[in-house]
């Protein structure tokens, strides 16, 4: 196996992985509110999050970056539970500046995650001088696993919404409340203010 093939596997098991369970859940609350039909928009969505993690990654992987570790553990169920309660709020009806204000978010939200992923990749990494080819194999592989798991929720839309005939605001209120319950208890547990 290539070194690109290694890191690229290791990114997509990293986001995959049900330990990693709040990366998940991040792009549950960010795929809550569409339906298999807007796939395009989703696409894009992950796409944004993805962009904005690989940034602060491959900052705080060189070391240009240092934020404190227990800060970012803590703001990380803070972006799951906020994109959760922007949910409650969605208006699908609404013009395509929501959307792109979606997009701005979740590359925002995504600069933070990334700063998540940078203690892991950075252990993996070592002494190592030459990183593009390790990161770029990395957040490619992490891409691919956001997009199984994005693939997934929108099977479990379908599923639920056509062959179940579940409402899209039922549907929406129910990714984002059990994403937004877990969010807030993983907040209270990952407290840095007490």
Not at 51 to 77: K, R
Not at 102 to 124: C, D, P, T
Not at 164 to 187: C, D, P, Q, Y
Request: charge should be negative; include cysteine.
């Amino acid at each position: 196996m290539s070194e690109f093939q290694l890191f690229l596997q290791m990114g997509f098991e990293h986001i995959s992985d049900p330990n990693g369970y709040d990366h998940i859940l991040f792009i549950l609350a960010l795929c809550a509110v569409y339906q298999p039909a807007d796939w395009k928009q989703v696409l894009v969505l992950v796409t944004a999050f993805t962009l904005g993690h690989s940034i602060t990654l491959a900052l705080a992987t060189m070391q240009l970056v240092n934020v404190n570790g227990e800060l970012i553990e803590f703001l990380i169920p803070v972006t799951i539970f906020l994109t959760a309660v922007f949910n409650y709020f969605h208006d699908s009806k609404k013009t395509v500046q929501k959307i792109n204000q979606r997009y701005f978010v979740a590359l925002f939200f995504g600069l933070i995650h990334g700063l998540g992923f940078s203690n892991y990749l950075r252990s993996l990494l070592g002494k190592d001088e030459s990183i593009f080819t390790q990161l770029l194999a990395f957040n490619i592989g992490l891409e691919l696993g956001q997009l199984m798991i994005v693939a997934i929720i929108m099977l479990f839309t379908f599923l639920f919404g056509n062959i179940g005939n579940v409402k899209k605001r039922e549907w929406n209120l129910l990714l984002s409340g059990a994403a937004g319950g877990i969010a807030f208890i993983m907040m209270l547990e990952r407290n840095i203010f007490f």
